[in-house]
């Protein structure tokens, strides 16, 4: 085949682009943690009022994985999985609203949501 | 572009160098899990080097072969790291080689090395975010931005390798 060239104006385009539109998704603001969500293959499992704990819990989730959890004030972390990948442990403390902690040959996922008591962020259906 | 322009490739010529490529991805893999995981990367990214052989393959070699090196790749992730590498693996790679097919495609090609490796990490990235969406649920999509953010930098590295292998891999299939 005939070679590419390295760099064009359509590459640097896509870089900049990819960047910028990650830039954006992770600098927008966004809320405090209120709600950790919990769930398993989809199926929600606990549901976690973050500001009103006033010290840490750790939840022992089980499992052939023997998934626990530790929320605290303001914040909720995957504290072990006995998963080869360790993937969700080493994705840390999560505290802010949207953010997300995945454990994915448990299938356990962890995602927290702002506003409590408020409106909607967003509506579908 | 694929072996027409290639009087003197035959079937077995063509078989030989497509183990070939499938060889460099397993090393590349084999390489890249020896490393240890870089802290700057967020939690389950990896360099996805092995991407280049199927990024080559879909360009020089043509679909059918580049996916039965993803699948090959994929069978390799899941032998040595369980079902769960093997379904990331494949859906990542088989997005990403459907994306360098469709973009060396021999009359348009929009990209350079650069933007090619790019477009291959992100594809693959959106590839296995598919599959973790589906394994464990919505929440998933928030690595998203991650993916989007970190699959810059590892594209740019695959394709700088692409393009520094390219005349090694060209003489390789061309060579009479």
Not at chain 1, 11 to 20: F, H, K, P, R, V
Not at chain 1, 23 to 51: F, H, K, N, Y
Not at chain 1, 56 to 75: I, K, Q, T, W
Not at chain 1, 83 to 102: I, N, S, Y
Request: aromatic fraction near 6%.
């Amino acid at each position: 085949m005939k070679r590419p060239a390295l760099l064009g104006r359509a590459d640097l385009a896509l870089i900049l682009l990819a960047l910028g539109a990650a830039a954006v998704w992770l600098l927008w603001p966004r809320a405090d943690a209120c709600t950790a969500v919990v769930e398993q293959d989809g199926v929600e499992l606990a549901r976690v009022d973050l500001s009103s704990l006033a010290e840490e819990e750790v939840l022992n989730l089980g499992g052939p994985y023997r998934v626990r959890l530790r929320a605290g004030p303001g914040f909720i972390e995957f504290l072990s999985s006995d998963c080869p990948d360790q993937v969700c442990v080493r994705t840390g403390r999560l505290t802010r609203a949207g953010e997300t902690a995945v454990c994915l040959p448990a299938r356990i996922s962890v995602r927290l949501e702002g506003g409590a008591g408020g409106g909607t962020d967003a509506v579908t259906g | 572009m694929p072996l027409r322009d290639n009087p003197q490739g035959g079937a077995a010529r063509r078989a030989a160098f497509c183990g070939m490529l499938g060889a460099l991805a397993l090393a590349l893999s084999a390489l890249e899990g020896a490393l240890p995981p870089l802290p700057a990367l967020p939690p389950g990214a990896k360099l996805g080097l092995s991407n280049l052989a199927t990024m080559y393959a879909a360009g020089a070699l043509g679909l059918g072969p580049a996916l039965l090196l993803a699948l090959a790749k994929a069978l390799f992730a899941g032998m040595t790291r369980g079902a769960v590498a093997f379904a990331m693996s494949l859906s990542g790679g088989a997005l990403s080689t459907l994306a360098m097919w469709i973009l060396l495609r021999p009359r348009r090609r929009p990209f350079g090395f650069l933007g090619l490796g790019v477009c291959g990490a992100l594809a693959h990235n959106a590839g296995q975010l598919c599959t973790a969406v589906f394994l464990a649920g919505p929440a998933a999509a928030g690595y998203a931005p991650w993916l989007l953010l970190f699959g810059v930098p590892s594209g740019i590295l695959t394709g700088l390798l692409l393009r520094a292998l390219y005349p090694l891999l060209e003489k390789l299939r061309t060579r009479p």
